[in-house]
């Protein structure tokens, strides 16, 4: 349930989707977007998964997820 104040707002406000905006406008020939945005984005997205894998494993990096095997119980000292 919202408020009156709140709902009265966001009545006011239409907010349109990306694709909306761009339908409304005329176009004669498709633009760059229409013609590399996918391709940009999908190059995007591999080049940075790509380089993340190479640092998470390749660089060296210690990353401590766990210390079992690698901590050694001490002798208990009752004093």
Known sequence: MMFPLT????????????????????????DFHDKY???????????????WVFTATQIGIEWNLSPVGRVTPEEWNDK
Do not use: M, T, Y
């Open 37 to 51: 945005g996918n391709i940009v984005l999908a190059s995007g997205s591999a080049f940075c998964v790509v380089a």
């Open 7 to 30: 709902r009265n707002a966001l009545r006011r406000f239409k907010i349109r989707s990306i694709q909306q905006i761009r339908q409304s406008h005329e176009k004669h020939s498709p």
